[in-house]
Every structure is written in C-alpha cells, then in structure tokens.
C-alpha cells in the first residue's frame, strides 16, 4: 500500500495465538470472578441499559466507583476501552513527529508499537541482568535525550519485576517529562503511586479491569492524574469512547471489594505454589509480583510442545528467546501445567 505512512510502512500486526485450548495461560487474564459468583444481578441489570442512545460520554457514575475503589477524586480519572486506548490518548496528546517516548526493555510492547505509529521514536534502556530497573540511568539518559514521555511498566509485563515506589519517586523528583506509570497488574503487589497524582504536575497513572478483576472482555480501563493532565486527555478523547454495556458491568463489579482482594489474594497464593513447583522443575525463574510469572528454558519451543497438550503460555523471540511467560491458573490449571512440564522435561532427557 503506498498511501500509508511512512512510519507504520513496517509495522506488523500485534498476533494473538488462536489455537485451540484446554487451559490458557498465555494472556494474563484474571477469571471470571463476577460472572460464576455474583453475576445474575449483573446481568439482569443490563436490561436497564438504554440501548438506542449514546452513553454517558465521561462515564461519570464509573469514575465514581473507581474513585471509591482507590480514594480518588472522580475528577482525576479518565477512562477507556482498556489501558491500551489510554496508552494511545497519551501519544495523541503528548507526541509530536520524532519526539522521544523513553522506557526500559524488555517491556509491554504497545508503548512503542503506539510511538511508531504516532511517528515518535522510542528509546528502550535495558533492564539489569536480573531485570530490575536501574532509576539512575533512567535520569541520567533523560537529561541527555529529553524525552517528552517515559514509560514505567510497574509490575513490568512481562518480566514481573518491580520499581519500588520510593525509586519512582525519585524519577519523578527529577524530571520534568511525563511520566507514566503504567500499573495494570499493581493489584497483585505494592507500592503504586495512585496517591500520588496531586503532588506531581507530571505523573499519570494507568489501570485496568482486565487483570485483578478478570473483566478483559469489556474493555475497560483508566487514567488517574491531575486535573490539568485530565482537561487535556479529555479534548482528544472520542466521544462516547466506552461503550454503555462496559460503562454499566465495570460499576457493578468494582462495589465488590471484598471479592476484588480475596480474588488477588488466591492468586497470590497460587503464584507461590507454581514457583514452588517451577523451582523444583530446575527452571530459571525470576520472582513475580504478578499474575504470571516469566521463565527460561532451554527446551526449543516449549510453548509449542504445550500446545500439543492444549496448554497456551506466551513464548517470546529475539533477545528473550528461551524466555516464557506463563499466566498464575487457579490449583488444577497450575497443576496441569507442571504435570505437562515435567512429562516433556522428562522425553527431552529420554
Ligand atoms: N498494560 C500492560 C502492562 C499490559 O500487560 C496490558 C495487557 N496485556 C495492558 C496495559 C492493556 O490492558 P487492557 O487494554 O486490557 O486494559
């Protein structure tokens, strides 16, 4: 196609695996938590929707839940048809031709795809060894580049590590770029800086309902930051960006607290029995303050010798080649998984 542009000329479409499947692990998805416990409600509610108008285009009784969730001002959030629509607000507001979008690699892919396609550069600093993120080379490079955005994945996806709070302050502390704090998965650790947003003029704050409360299918996620950053977000926003039915399912969803963190706490305690178990397997693993945890291993294509066994986990190519990430199931997924490690582990050896 000759009429595209320049920039997206060699972008590839973002693939996802749609092989069939017993058991998938591969996209860090929660489970369905409200639809098996407490959904009748929600879905008898549904019928209430106006389905021939338009939504509330600032989903306003939304942000008021998500406000009580986090102790929020509704003022100070913006929300979206998932995280993803936000990352792409960000560089729609915040990017102009070869401005630099700065972040740390291995991390969530969209942040450049997204700088690509908003004719940004993007500019990724490697991670320690161990995959944790030296702040003092993030400073340093961004006094030297100027990058308008940085973005920290914080827990990163996909190697589960995390930036502690006190060291992302201290970015904040000194630069004066955005700076984005993406927290999908925060729910699953500590130290986010939600709290934050009125004292920096610069931070903004994403989550999700896509993770700790395994809604990924509606879509839904926000932006938590200062009013100026929210007034501008909300020029470039479509209108009605998210749709009713999402508007309606993610206010229902976040009253039930209690079932948000008892929900995080299962996984939690699943995450240490599968890196229990995946430590006894000999694996090199890296702790996780995740929903999935991120492994090596020198079986060639692991993932597709799972696949076999109807099990899908995320494999990954180029540097992290021999690099997987698998998503924490609940005990029989975990269980089945493992099982289906060591019976390949034992045939490689054989
Ligand atoms: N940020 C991170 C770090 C993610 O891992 C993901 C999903 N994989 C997203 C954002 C996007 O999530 P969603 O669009 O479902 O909210």
Redesign the pocket.
Known sequence: MEMIKNNIKNLKEYKINKKPYRIKLD??EGKDIFLKDISKEIIRGLEKIDINLYPDTDSFLLRVEIGKYLNINPDNIVTGN???EM?ELIMKTFIDKDDIVLSFVPT?S?YSIFTQIYSGRFIGINSNEDFSIDIDILIEKTKEINPKVIFI?NPN?PTGSLVKKHEVERLLNNVNCIVVV?E??MEFAEGSMVEDIYKYKNLIV?R?L?KALGL?AI?L?YMISNVDIVNVINRVRAPYNLNAISQYMGIEALKNKERIFKYVEEVKRERKYLYEKLTELSLELWESNTNFIFFKSDIDELDKKLEEDGILIRAFSKELRGCYRVTVGNRWENHEFVKSLKEILKNEKS
Do not use: E, K, P, V
Request: aromatic share 10%.
């Open positions: 996209a860090n998932g995280s993803s990352i969530f969209m994945c996806n993406d999908a998965y994403l999700t896509s990924a879509r996620g």
